[in-house]
């Protein structure tokens, strides 16, 4: 059976693995009835995956790299939702520290790959 391109692709298998966790800090945040912060953040976290998925399907690098532009983009709407989840005691700070780094590095992986493209 063949793949679809981006399930070779590091950035959306890293993607794929923040998400798990993601969605983990988002389940916390329901039993705090943030309902709102918690659907924000599962909406940014499928966005990274979900713009390379789609992004990995255009015919043209230049358009690939726009999807890669908005997945970058949603990287950092999910740390923004992480410092917000810590301020409202939803997760710790060494799990906010633990998961930017991880946010930092994939954010980098996107870039360097979307550089790759041109």
């Keep these: 059976m063949e793949d679809f391109r981006f ?3 590091e950035i ?20 705090k009835r943030l309902f709102k ?3 924000q953040l599962r ?7 979900n713009n390379i998925a789609e992004g990995s399907g255009s015919f043209s690098d230049k358009e690939f790299g726009n999807f890669l ?3 970058r983009r949603s990287v950092f709407e ?6 917000i989840f810590v301020r409202r005691k939803v997760i710790t700070m060494e799990e906010k520290s633990k998961i930017y780094a991880k946010l930092l590095t994939l954010s980098k ?4 790959f979307r550089k790759s493209l041109v």
């Design 12 to 31: 959306w298998k890293e993607a794929i693995e923040l998400s798990d966790i993601l969605f983990d800090y988002a389940d916390i945040a329901d039993k």
């Design 37 to 39: 912060f918690a659907e």
């Design 78 to 83: 999910c740390a923004n939702i992480l410092f």
């Design 7 to 9: 399930e070779n692709l």
């Design 69 to 71: 532009n908005i997945s």
């Design 43 to 49: 909406a940014a976290t499928m966005s990274i995956s």
């Design 109 to 112: 992986m996107i870039t360097n």
